[in-house]
């Protein structure tokens, strides 16, 4: 069963403006895996990160760093199992979050579907250890 979905888009020169002007802005948007990936990479990300607080009905306690999507080689994107990340989605009873992106023409955009709980739902490990939902 789907909880919600969300979409998100984002001006990538926009933003590479904004992340020059604001010192520590890129430090408190991304992680440190996110924030060596070009600008439009970050973009996508900024727009996934909105795309499922969409999809959540709000951030509750989550913080940027709690929405971590890194770049797995071989892999669809998807968000890291972060612990933070972990207590919303059960608060929610989401067990499953799909996440697609894409940058072209100057804008990144992401969408994502939140599934509840159920049997068919899962996550296997990432490379860096984290659970990927």
Do not use: C, N
């Not at 951030?59 to 972060?82: C, N, Q, Y």
């Not at 799909?98 to 490990?125: C, K, Q, R």
């Amino acid at each position: 069963m789907i909880i919600g979905i969300g979409v998100d888009t984002v001006d990538i020169e926009r933003l590479g403006r904004q992340l020059g002007r604001a010192g520590g802005l890129l430090a408190r948007l991304f992680t440190e895996r996110e924030a060596g990936l070009p600008l439009a990479s970050l973009a996508a990300r900024f727009a996934a990160k909105e795309a499922l607080i969409k999809a959540l009905g709000g951030s509750g306690a989550l913080g940027w760093h709690d929405l971590e999507v890194p770049r797995i080689p071989g892999r669809a994107p998807g968000f890291a199992r972060t612990p933070g990340l972990s207590r919303e989605l059960a608060l929610r009873g989401a067990g499953r979050v799909h996440l697609s992106l894409s940058h072209d023409g100057g804008i990144a955009t992401a969408f994502v579907i939140v599934e509840a709980s159920g049997p068919e739902t899962g996550s296997t490990p990432d490379r860096s250890g984290r659970e990927a939902l």
